[in-house]
Every structure is written in structure tokens, then in C-alpha cells.
């Protein structure tokens, strides 16, 4: 078995016998795991299981920006968005949680049942504490840990 990459290590070839798994720098097949994309690149589909029955469904606005998902089970989640892109909520069987944002940070998600805020360093994006909880009498702070480029490792 045989392999050709580009200079960014995309695959070009292999001389593995039986049908390709990659095509256009999209993976086709994992195991038995089949994509689908649209004309755009955007996953559509997923199928997996015998006979590819366990279809996991992904739909996008006209931004190219992922809007739904309807997975096996008939779970279903939607994204919404504002004018500069951010999502601005998400909704997953009915439950929403809703994001809030200063710049490009993000500084906060609520839904009815919990509340999380995020503070950064200031004039940067390295995060430094989540406070997690069910309101500010309930936060519980958490700390990230950052790598030398400021990446956060652990929280």
C-alpha cells in the first residue's frame, strides 16, 4: 500500500484496492461511517450502521454557517446567528441556550437552567475563569490553565 500527498498533506493517491475514501479533500468513508456534502463542501450527511440507516443530517444558511442538525434518534438542534456571524443561540429538543458577546468575546450562555460567564486577560482572547452555575449566588469559578502561546490546556 501505497500514499501521495500534496505539500499541505492532503491525500492524492493510494493504491489501496476497493473504493476511494477520500475525494476533493473530503473523507468519503471512516469505517463504516459514510459523508455526504453539499456543492459547497459543507457536510450534509452521515450515514453509519448496517446498511447506512443511522442518518445524522446537517443543514446551513446561505453563509455557509451550520443552522441544523437532525440526528438518528429524531433529536433535532437549530443555531442562530447575528449580523457579524456569532451564534447567538441554540436550541436542542426544545431547550435554549442563548450566547452573549462583547466584541469578539464571549462572554456569557444562559438558558432557564444554567448560566456561564467568561472572563479573558484583558486586551486579549487568553481566557483565564469560567464561573459556572444556576445564578451568581451559585457560580463556581474555574480556572484554565494556558500553554506558552496562551491555549488553554486544562480547565
Not at 499541505?8 to 471512516?30: E, F, I, Y
Amino acid at each position: 500500500e501505497s500514499f501521495a500527498h500534496d505539500p499541505a498533506g492532503n491525500l492524492l493517491m493510494h493504491d489501496r484496492p476497493g473504493p476511494s475514501t477520500v475525494k476533493g479533500n473530503r473523507l468519503l468513508r471512516q469505517g463504516d461511517r459514510h459523508y455526504d456534502y453539499d456543492a459547497f463542501g459543507n457536510l450534509i450527511r452521515e450515514r453509519r450502521g448496517t446498511g447506512q440507516k443511522r442518518v445524522t443530517e446537517y443543514r446551513y444558511d446561505c453563509q455557509h454557517r451550520l443552522i441544523g442538525v437532525t440526528l438518528p434518534n429524531g433529536s433535532q438542534a437549530t443555531y442562530r446567528y447575528d449580523a457579524f456571524g456569532r451564534r447567538i443561540s441554540k436550541t436542542v429538543d426544545g431547550k435554549t441556550t442563548e450566547f452573549f458577546w462583547q466584541g469578539d468575546h464571549l462572554i456569557a450562555e444562559s438558558s432557564r437552567e444554567h448560566y456561564r460567564s467568561y472572563v479573558y486577560e484583558p486586551g486579549s482572547f487568553r481566557p483565564l475563569a469560567m464561573l459556572d452555575g444556576k445564578g451568581p449566588d451559585q457560580a463556581c469559578p474555574f480556572y484554565y490553565q494556558l500553554d506558552h502561546l496562551g491555549t488553554p490546556q486544562e480547565l
